[in-house]
């Protein structure tokens, strides 16, 4: 799938230009050049503010046209990666309309998080560290999690996820409202 693309014809549908696009999520029209030809990836944060702008829940980018929307049971090979960087979220039920909460099982692997750049949406998240170590960064805190730790926060504040630890890290987190 290629992602910039998919941004290119959502900001066209939406009547938006690059510039307009670039200053409305606070990122250099370069970038946002370069991402929509597919020339860079997008950071995990990056992607997640340009949805934000156009109106737009990371899940729902990543979804396929075919919806079946009475599904229950979620096998692995079927929940839709939407991280990058290495990190993997792996969200069940994606295709879901009515969807009121983001329920995900992540992936950190050493040296890996959620990007340079603090992450803020509306909301509360809730999650559980599996295995591993997990630092979280919010306001002048640091907060040290490993398997068995828990976390909940408000999602407003800016906030980053960090694996500093020398083994892979997951975690199993909830988001409200559904904003990925």
């Not at 998919?6 to 991402?35: D, F, W, Y």
């Not at 969807?99 to 995900?104: E, G, K, N, S």
């Amino acid at each position: 799938m290629k992602v910039g693309k998919r941004i290119k014809a959502l900001r066209k549908q939406r009547g938006l230009s690059q510039r307009e696009l670039a200053k409305l999520v606070n990122l250099p029209n370069s970038t946002l050049s370069m991402i929509e030809r597919d020339a860079v990836s997008p950071s995990i944060s990056n992607l997640h503010k340009i949805l934000n702008g156009l109106s737009m829940p990371l899940s729902q980018f990543f979804t396929h046209d075919f919806v079946e929307e009475d599904k229950l049971v979620y096998g692995p090979d079927e929940l839709t990666d939407i991280g990058s960087d290495g990190v993997q979220y792996l969200l069940v039920g994606a295709e879901k309309a009515d969807r009121q909460l983001t329920f995900l099982q992540e992936v950190y692997p050493p040296g890996s998080g959620t990007g340079e750049e603090w992450i803020s949406h509306p909301g509360q998240e809730a999650g559980t560290v599996l295995s591993g170590e997990l630092t979280i960064l919010q306001g002048h805190q640091e907060y040290q999690l490993k398997a068995g730790d828990s976390y909940y926060l408000n999602t407003q504040l800016p906030h980053q996820f960090v694996n500093r630890g020398n083994e892979v890290c997951k975690i199993i987190s909830a988001v409200t409202p559904a904003s990925f």
